[in-house]
């Protein structure tokens, strides 16, 4: 009797790496995603250019989503989502719903790759004004904006002369409880401002920080090509409130390399909002009974050695539902899930 197929729940990019890899192993894997379509976060939210070699963001998805749409290993399953599961490794029932429709499938091992939400800046920021003032948006509507290469205050369709990043928008906050870094705003509030000052040369463009969290190669690729080449000023600084003063905002806080308080008009504020668990996620742990960590990120138990190996056996997770991840960290760990999910079927293969 041939195994069991792998259920992998999420069509992010994540979740598109796991199911190409079994499926490039002769494994049969049946993705379910809740959208219309394959691509994940970058697609939904329609992201421009990749950190950190500005690829085309929605290229890219759709090369991604093509190495697995009509191939005959990968039962895709769009505009769906898992409601229940019942048994072990090996043999999982699962149970997937469709509108109304709903059908029971069996999975000798399951990846859970449902990944990760935006931080909602008027949760608990609100001294920054997301909700209050047009001109404050997100990394997200700023990727909007450069993606239809139209960067202009949302207040009145003009160019801004002065844009600014305010970093760790809920994150490293202890006070809201995400106390973990998000690890990709840094890279990407840089990689906006390179394409901010290309896209308009006169604008001014600041980044407060507490502390820049580049890694690996991102250190060359883009933060000092954005300071050398391209001018963006980097200030270490603490910014307390954003307030409107006449028709501008006001960047109040303080500037903690220099010891001083600071005051800085601005035409757009961009906040840097973090990463947090996806609805699904969490759902998905429930419906599983996979642990979570205090951030409901699911818990894998490997530490850095074992990243995808979950508290139910047979039940694996990868990409941003294990944490803050890039594209690299994510497709990364979504291989290593599918290798782990295929040795777990093969070991509880059902009896000829
Ligand atoms: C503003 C911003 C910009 C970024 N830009 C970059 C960048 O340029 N370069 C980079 O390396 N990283 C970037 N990242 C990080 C990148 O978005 C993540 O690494 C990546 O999206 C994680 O992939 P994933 O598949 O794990 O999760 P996601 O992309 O979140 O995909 C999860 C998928 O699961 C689906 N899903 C959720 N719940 C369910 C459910 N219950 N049932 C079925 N399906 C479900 C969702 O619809 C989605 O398709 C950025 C992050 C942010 C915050
Ligand atoms: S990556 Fe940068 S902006 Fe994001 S949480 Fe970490 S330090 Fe803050």
């Known amino acids: 009797m041939p195994e069991q197929p792998i259920l992998i729940i999420g069509g992010g990019p994540a979740g598109m790496e796991a199911a190409r890899a079994i499926a490039d192993l002769g494994y049969h894997a049946i993705l379910v995603e809740k959208r219309n379509r394959l691509g994940g976060t970058p697609d939904e939210a329609g992201y421009a250019a990749l950190t950190p070699d500005f690829r085309n963001a929605g290229e890219a998805m759709a090369e991604m989503a093509a190495r697995i749409e ?17 048994g072990s490794v090996g043999n999982f029932e699962v149970t997937i719903q469709n509108g109304q429709a709903s059908e029971k499938i ?13 931080f909602d ?17 997100t990394l997200v509507d700023l990727e909007k904006m450069l993606r239809a290469h139209n960067v202009v205050r949302p207040s009145n369709g003009k160019p801004p002369e002065r844009l600014c990043f305010i970093q760790c928008v809920g994150s490293r906050d202890r006070q809201i409880g995400n106390e973990y870094c998000s690890k990709v705003c840094c890279g990407i509030a840089s990689k906006e401002a390179i394409e901010v000052r290309q896209q308009l040369p006169n604008c001014k463009v600041f980044i407060f920080y507490i502390d820049m969290r580049m890694y690996g190669y991102w250190e060359n690729q883009i933060y000092w090509p954005a300071q050398e080449k391209y001018k963006v000023n980097y200030v270490k600084g603490i910014v307390t409130e954003v307030l409107k003063k006449g028709d501008r905002l006001l960047i109040r806080g303080e500037d903690t390399t220099m010891g001083r308080p600071m005051e800085i008009p601005m035409d757009i504020v961009v906040l840097s909002v973090g990463m947090e668990p996806s609805a699904g996620t969490c759902e998905l742990a429930k419906i599983f009974g996979v642990q979570q960590n205090k951030y409901k990120f699911i818990e894998t138990l490997g530490g850095a050695l074992d990243t995808v190996t979950t508290s139910v056996e047979g039940v694996f997770a990868c990409g941003a539902a294990t944490g803050p991840a890039d594209l690299e960290d994510s497709v990364s760990s979504a291989a290593a899930a599918a290798m782990k999910a295929i040795a777990a079927v093969r070991k509880h293969r059902p009896l000829e």
Not at 70 to 86: D, H
């Open 106 to 118: 069996n999975a000798g091992a399951v990846i859970i790759a449902t990944g990760f939400q935006h």
């Open 121 to 137: 800046p008027g949760r608990e920021t609100q001294q920054y004004g997301y909700y209050e003032f047009d001109d404050v948006i």
């Open 70 to 86: 009509n191939n005959p290993f990968v039962n895709l399953k769009l505009n769906s989502t898992v409601t229940a599961a019942s």
